[in-house]
């Protein structure tokens, strides 16, 4: 059990009988009342986000996870199959449980939730910022860097990202994967 002056995000609580991951919360104590917190929950299963407020010093129950790095392989009918770089053990993720899968190429390392008491996967989370190549995109101005302006590009994994006007094909970028935001080039 935990209050809600342990809430951080990434904490996994078991509410309404499902799992869910605190994305966002805040603390909020208004002139008049008492204090509560508001959190963003994201259900593991299904991905739905949902908005709740908890009193503060509510008691919530939470649960054990384990996050250990896999290795991604490749996808077929099934979903996703990650490997496990000590034992060699293969997991299979189907698509809804693998966020952000259109910017995840083969090889990457990414990290999988498990269920502490089951040992049930639950989900598999990207580092924060991935580096892709761009692909395809229109040719861009060199020099162009005064503006903020934006254009469409398609990274080696197929996804359609917004880039500046000065990337041009075959240039290795960073990309944060909450978004899908461009963050640099990569030298």
């Keep these: 059990m935990a209050t809600t002056a342990d809430f951080r995000n990434g904490l996994v609580l078991n509410y309404n009988g499902e799992l869910h991951v605190i994305t966002e919360f805040q603390h909020v104590k208004p002139g008049k009342g008492p204090a509560f917190v508001r959190t963003k929950l994201r259900n ?11 009193n503060a010093g509510v ?14 392989l490749y996808k077929d009918d099934y979903g996703f199959t990650f490997m496990d770089n000590e034992s060699f053990e293969q997991v299979v993720l189907p698509e809804a449980m693998v966020p952000f899968a259109d910017i995840m190429k083969e090889g990457q390392v990414v990290t999988i939730l498990f269920h502490a008491e089951t040992e049930q996967p639950l989900t598999a989370e990207l580092p924060t910022t991935v580096e892709l190549v761009v692909t395809y995109t229109e040719p ?18 197929g996804a359609r990202i917004q880039v500046p006007l000065f990337i041009d094909t075959d240039t290795k970028i960073r990309i944060k994967t909450s978004d899908y935001s461009y963050v640099e080039r990569v030298k």
């Design 59 to 72: 008691k919530v129950e939470t649960a054990r996870v384990e996050q250990r790095p896999h290795q991604y």
């Design 44 to 54: 593991i299963k299904t991905g739905r986000v949902i908005d709740n407020t908890f």
């Design 140 to 157: 861009g101005l060199k020099g162009d860097t005064a503006t903020n302006t934006l254009k469409p590009a398609i990274v080696e994994t």
